[in-house]
């Protein structure tokens, strides 16, 4: 609907500086003439838009405006604030729970929620809790911090590194931080960082916008996956499936099943859950597999016989 788009072009407008007419052509699917009279109907609406010519010309709306909390619907506000709750069960963080507090008084009427997300697994460890307040702390204060860090392989250095950003993915939390000592960003998991010593030094460059930062990284220090094919008992279809979200691709006549699964190399949990279901379950591929496996499987038959 066109009111639909008018509103969207105005809160899109709200949340960026210069917007050309091209682009917000092609963000809401219409074309730039149509986008030209949308930003004449909303000028005429009395929100002051700003037009800027030249190469790098567009759209803008006054700064301070701020946009009338009355035009929000109630399953904005409810999204809104399931995705703070969300957010506060797995930091938490005075500044979230504040802001989550003003946006129940700014719409007091009780919003009806049906999507409820709890991060509390990785809130309930305080030691990962203590070390997201003093990196946030050393991010919006630009200030470099010395890291004990110990790999996945197991191997130890101590760093000091410019910390960026912080993100919640595969059920952890990683920072992304540009370390001095390899001049390149890379990205350390939280829980494999030792104890932080905070520096009184400033950052030695000006580091661009995280968004952008966080998937150049990860994608530039892409983890290897590994492609499983296990042959499964039928009395474990559900929880391997839950555990390991692999793709059966083939049934047999006693419910027995093949999984593929594309696991990260480096991760521990899918190798943990294999071991669980040891005997309800055969890796067929790969054979480097099998073979850490049984190399596994000896070493705990060894250490209980001693």
């Not at 002051?48 to 929000?72: F, H, V």
């Not at 960026?164 to 890379?186: E, G, H, I, M, P």
């Amino acid at each position: 609907m066109k009111t639909d788009r008018l509103l969207s072009i105005v809160i899109y407008l709200l949340n960026h500086d210069v917007v050309s007419a091209a682009t917000l052509a092609e963000r809401f699917e219409v074309s730039k003439r149509t986008i030209l009279r949308d930003i004449e109907h909303i000028s005429l609406a009395g929100i002051p838009i700003q037009s800027t010519l030249g190469a790098n010309g567009g759209y803008s709306i006054m700064e301070g405006y701020k946009i009338d909390g009355r035009i929000i619907s109630n399953e904005v506000t409810a999204t809104i604030i399931t995705a703070l709750q969300g957010l506060l069960s797995a930091y938490g963080n005075k500044r979230y729970n504040e802001a989550l507090e003003k946006i129940s008084t700014a719409f007091p009427q009780k919003q009806t929620q049906n999507i409820f997300l709890d991060f509390g697994a990785s809130g309930e460890n305080e030691e990962i809790q203590t070390k997201l307040k003093i990196l946030e702390t050393a991010i919006n204060s630009k200030s470099p911090v010395e890291v004990p860090y110990e790999n996945t392989l197991g191997n130890s250095s101590c760093r000091l590194i410019e910390p960026v950003a912080l993100n919640y993915r595969w059920y952890a939390w990683y920072l992304l931080a540009f370390c001095t000592s390899k001049q390149d960003y890379r990205i350390f998991k939280v829980a494999r960082i030792g104890e932080i010593k905070p520096t009184k030094l400033s950052f030695s460059i000006v580091h661009d916008e995280p968004t952008k930062l966080l998937e150049k990284t990860f994608q530039s220090g892409k983890r290897k996956v590994i492609d499983i094919t296990i042959l499964c008992k039928a009395e474990i279809k559900i929880p391997i499936c839950e555990y390991l979200g692999g793709r059966i691709t083939e049934t047999q006549e006693n419910g027995d099943f093949i999984m593929q699964i594309h696991a990260l190399e480096d991760e521990r949990m899918w190798f943990a859950m294999l071991l669980s279901f040891s005997d309800k379950l055969e890796v067929l591929q790969p054979e480097s597999l099998k073979i850490r496996l049984i190399e596994t499987a000896k070493n705990i038959l060894s250490l209980y016989q001693q």
